[in-house]
């Protein structure tokens, strides 16, 4: 439906939204004649705010995070535990960790996870410049705070086997039932994982 | 969540993404770092679509349509039935109706419908222009292809009567069962509508 745009500026804008992972046609068509309803003004600050993103948006050189310095703002931070690193898979993920208010150490971004299905190596993350941070000395703990699904089963063994020699800590973060959660509803997977991980009281 | 940016510059990005209807604060996040693995160049084809066509567009001064040009492309066409608008919502609905290739006639686009709830009287509309492309003659025929919801009705009841005086057919479009549905599914007000407006077939 909708191939004759009356307009071929519409037409752009609409393939442009279009091209937007999620976004349909009937969506990016609704997006754009929304956008006509705004001042021009605001529209070329959107217009602006994107281009100047990703042309301005860098990564940390050292933990690959998404910063606007070429050292980002955790690992700048000298009043950070800097014996402790815990490893991502994404930019969401270190929002996310910040967000608990829990973890004081720095991070490392893998830049995503090992998936043989995606075509997704260990070429492609940052696992090198992981080992060579733990190499260069100083890290006593390195934690694993990678989602718990196959992939990221296989990323956090490959990770493992690759720091192994340098006889640090090596951890990940307990899986088990949500805070809030009912037994009855959990998944027995997920479940019997938190019986053998289970936490001494006394 | 999501409330430390790692970067400004991401920030600003998903502030503008999640100013868009329907584009949440995590959704606008996803498609800032999915922008963020596009080409460089991809993205700045991408802002500059958006700019271009919220700063070129225009809309056409005899139907109101979405256009490229002072007069659209339909009411440009000569070979057009000249003497019959189909009244319509909004652009969306020009497109609906062009798709179906069944209609040969103009169209007159009202920008929205007449809705008390939201505030939007007959004068935020172009019922004016609409009366006086009438006035000015040539029009034999005005086909209100509005929504069958109370705002549609209440908005073609008041351009028929403002279109009255001028002595041309004025009509609606059909409303009944779906092409294709079953009645067992239909709701009753559509199937009685269906029995009213009964097509006869001898």
Known sequence: MYNDYPSRLLEQAVEALNS??????????????????QPED???RFSES?????????????????????????????????????????????????????????????GGIISPMDGIGPADLTIDQLVQRVAEGGVKEVIMALSSTTDGETTRFFISRKLEPY?????????GI??????????????GRSILNRVKLN
């Open 20 to 37: 937007l992972p999620g976004i349909g046609r009937r969506t990016a068509l609704r997006l754009a004649l929304h956008m006509l309803r």
């Open 42 to 44: 605001s529209v070329r």
């Open 50 to 110: 994107i281009r100047s993103f990703r042309e301005g948006v860098k990564h940390c050189k050292v933990c690959h995070n998404i910063s606007d310095t070429d050292t980002c703002d955790i690992c700048a931070d000298s009043h950070r535990d800097q014996t402790t690193l815990c490893v991502v898979q994404n930019v969401q993920d270190v929002m996310a960790i910040e967000n608990t208010r829990q973890y004081h150490g720095l991070y490392h971004v893998l």
């Open 167 to 175: 006889g640090i800590t090596l951890s990940a973060i307990a899986s």
């Open 178 to 191: 949500s805070v809030g959660e009912e037994l009855e509803y959990t998944d027995e997977v997920t479940l």
